[in-house]
């Protein structure tokens, strides 16, 4: 796979990280029922164009993400409808045919001392921040079943007590950014695949570009 960059407009960051910190902080289901639940996964659709570079490399560029409110939500699971699908990607279709879908993005909830994560870098060191083997069936699954699935992120999200303060900074070779907000530290992971499920290929030669946190393509 040749370089490429993917790059998150102002609105899909916005939308992915409040959407991400909503589900993680916010309890959900009925408010009489005797327990509620937070710390829990969320999804939504990317919407965007393929393009070229002037150096020859290929750029995703996400313009919109969504968030699908119909998806059943867990603490270490999300599962999306096919009809919410369908009813965005022709909403898409009327009123924006110059965009078109691009992928997904997913959140990842961790908590101390409920996941037994420490640290984040303890976190970095297990590598949770990135697709998990379930992310990677429901790539493969997407593509199967037609979808011109190209682009993945995932948010991951975790919080202890005491924020420490972490340098905002790209991991795995510029793939991956990673911010603190407030007590939060929130890493961004993307993966691209030309057409086919390159497990292990799908992360590499890929370059995250969030120019509003500072993460440009130099």
Known sequence: MSNCLVSISDQAF???????????????????????????????????????????EEVFRVVMADVSTAAHRGQGFVIDKQESYDAKSDFVSVYYPELAFL????????????DGIKTELD??????????????????????????????????????????????KHLDGGSCIRFQYQDMTIWIKAYVWAGVDYRRKSDKMVHLICPNLGFNAS
């Open 14 to 56: 916005f939308t992915i990280v409040t959407a991400a910190l909503e589900a993680y902080s916010v309890h959900h289901g009925d408010p009489n029922a005797e327990e509620e639940s937070k710390h829990l996964e969320t999804f939504g659709n990317l919407w965007g164009y393929r393009s070229t570079s002037g150096l020859g």
């Open 103 to 114: 992928g997904d993005y997913h959140s990842h909830p961790y908590t101390t001392p409920g």
């Open 123 to 168: 976190l970095e060191r297990q590598a949770l921040y990135q697709f998990s083997n379930a992310d990677f069936s429901s790539v493969k699954y997407q593509q199967e079943c037609g979808r011109d699935y190209r682009v993945g992120l995932v948010a991951t999200v975790f919080e202890r007590g005491e924020g420490v303060p972490r340098s905002s």
